[in-house]
Structure formats: structure tokens, C-alpha cells
Nanobody, 126 residues
Framework: VQLQASGGGLVQAGGSLRLACAAS????????IGWFRQAPGKEREGVSC????????YYADSVNGRFNLSRDNAKNTVYLQMNNLKPEDTAVYYC????????????????????WGKGTQVTVSS
């Protein structure tokens, strides 16, 4: 299982970025997927997660209404569209996947996942 996140960068407050997470050596469509972030000196935070069977996508309160998680099964890729970015969104962002079924997106975002990709830095300037 390999995950590779990309799309990070430097953006001004109010701007947008789209992160991508490409999966290899496995098919994402039946896996729970999620995006997490960690800022310097802070604990890891589950940003957005969805179970492998679909259902309700979980968003952290801090990003709800601004971020959108989606997946393109044909490309075996997951995206995180981030709009109206704020300086407090600055962090290293990681994508993750999990093969367990029967759990909700919130379960994974609050508890973590089994497979992790390398992070991509997002920096939002004020």
C-alpha cells in the first residue's frame, strides 16, 4: 500500500489549494480514506474522512464549509479541495487509508488509519 500526497504550497489567506493523494499497489475505492494535518507543536488533527462504503463525509469543525473531500476511482486518487484558506490551516497534510469496514468517517478521523502517505506542506500567509 502506497500513498503519495501532492499539491501543497504557499498561498495567501482567502486563497485555494487542491491536494491530491495518489494510491498505488491497491485500489482505493473500497478503502476508507482521510486527510489529516499536523502543525508545529500541535497534535495531529483529522481534517476529513469517509468510510469505504461511502456515507457521510466527516469534516473537522475548523474546516467544515471550506474543505471538500472527493475521490476519483478511475484515477485511484483522492482530493482535498481547500477554499478560503486561513493562516491557521498551515500544517503538513497527510492522506491515509484503511481497509476496515463498518466504521464511520468520524471514527477514522478521530482514531487514525492504518496506511499513511508522506505529507505535503501547506502554508497560508496572512
Amino acid at each position: 500500500v502506497q500513498l503519495q500526497a501532492s499539491g501543497g504550497g504557499l498561498v495567501q489567506a482567502g486563497g485555494s489549494l487542491r491536494l491530491a493523494c495518489a494510491a498505488s499497489r491497491f485500489t482505493l475505492d473500497s478503502y476508507a480514506i482521510g486527510w489529516f494535518r499536523q502543525a508545529p507543536g500541535k497534535e495531529r488533527e483529522g481534517v476529513s474522512c469517509i468510510s469505504g462504503s461511502g456515507g457521510v463525509t466527516y469534516y473537522a469543525d475548523s474546516v467544515n464549509g471550506r474543505f471538500n473531500l472527493s475521490r476519483d476511482n478511475a484515477k485511484n486518487t483522492v482530493y482535498l479541495q481547500m477554499n478560503n484558506l486561513k493562516p491557521e490551516d498551515t500544517a503538513v497534510y497527510y492522506c491515509a487509508a484503511d481497509s476496515r469496514s463498518g466504521y464511520t468517517g468520524s471514527y477514522f478521523c478521530l482514531g487514525g488509519m492504518d496506511y499513511w502517505g508522506k505529507g505535503t506542506q501547506v502554508t497560508v500567509s496572512s
